[in-house]
């Protein structure tokens, strides 16, 4: 089964650019695992959110903050294949 990334950000806080390098970057390393990455522009100004199939899996709210892209890897990972090594991303 083949799953769904979703990032919704913040137009106004101009986090498109950091939205499309995230869905890049997940494209690149989950290619086999994703179906679709998209991104949604969001009403609520500061939202920064990044789901896996429904699941909020990063709340830049919540987090205060934006994670390194490392973590967020694994976070995926964690979400749709627990045992696939990211190899130096697990370090």
């Known amino acids: 089964m083949k799953h769904t990334l979703t990032i919704e ?13 995230m869905a890049q970057e ?3 390393t989950f290619q086999d695992e994703l179906k679709s990455v ?4 969001s ?4 939202t920064y959110q990044i789901r896996v199939d429904d699941v909020l899996i990063f709340d ?8 390194e892209i490392k973590i967020l890897k ?17 370090r």
Not at 77 to 83: L, T, Y
Request: with cysteine.
């Open 43 to 46: 009403e609520t100004g500061g």
């Open 38 to 41: 998209t991104l949604v522009p």
């Open 9 to 21: 950000y913040c137009p106004r806080c101009a986090w498109l650019l950091r939205a499309a390098w």
């Open 74 to 90: 694994q976070r995926v990972r964690d979400q749709i294949n627990p045992q696939r090594s990211l190899g130096h991303a697990d």
């Open 26 to 28: 997940m494209l690149t």
């Open 60 to 67: 830049r709210k919540q987090e205060d903050g934006f994670p």
